[in-house]
């Protein structure tokens, strides 16, 4: 399948090993009534809040990805951006939501199907390590409450290391100090931007996990939509 035998494998994790989008729709659920939005939007489900914030907080992402806004910015503009949307003034939004969500939110513990199986299946025969653009208190949170980080040698977050996927300086900096080779490496992610193409720009395979079953772009080589395929891949 690939034209040189594996030794180290990058994993992204939002998105890709932790259920990103269904923790944090738990965690607004939770919050949406707390907060009496359903008074504030007129809206008895939390349904219509949780999907406008979706599609704006992925937005916002993307453009965190390649450093054309910042981290307060994106944790700012997600919720603003939702209020301004659902026709009610952002000024409206009580910063404590904000606070308690990302107290919330990073505790969650849902996974992909079959992700601890194949990570102790891929840990056995491979050097694992992570590589983050997620923000180094909640990435933390995170490993720790699903007890994701004994599979990993190395766990790279960007917010440390000063620079984002897809800019080919994080994939350099994890290679050197996992001491990995591009033509032995392997990069698994949910982003076709900042981890596939970000991953190949500098040499390393990639596989696109693709849970939701997006068309396959003509540039991308490799794809699994569940992680146990993995464990016939690898």
Known sequence: MFNHEKKDIFFDLDHTIWDFDKNAEESLHELYFKYKFDHLFNQESSTRFIETYTVNNHRLWGLYHHGKI?????????????????????????????????????????????????????????????????????????????????????????????????????????????????????MIGDNLDADIRGAVNVGMDAIFFNPNVIEKPDDVSHMVIDLKELQSIL
Not at 156 to 178: C, L, Q
Request: net charge negative; glycine share 2%; charged share 25%.
């Open 70 to 186: 910042s981290k307060p910015e994106l944790r700012k503009a997600r919720f603003a951006d939702t209020f301004t949307e659902l026709g009610v003034d952002p000024e409206l939004f009580p910063e404590e939501f904000e606070l308690e969500y990302l107290a919330i939110c990073p505790k969650k513990t849902n996974l992909f199907p079959h992700a601890h199986e194949t990570l102790a299946y891929l840990a056995d025969r491979y050097n694992l390590h992570l590589i983050s653009n997620g923000f180094k208190e909640a990435c933390e949170t995170k490993l720790e409450k699903s007890n994701l980080s004994k599979y990993f040698k190395h766990i790279f977050i960007s917010e440390v290391i000063g620079v984002n996927k897809p800019d080919p300086r994080i994939f350099e900096f994890a290679m050197t100090t996992a001491q990995a080779r591009a033509q032995q490496s392997l």
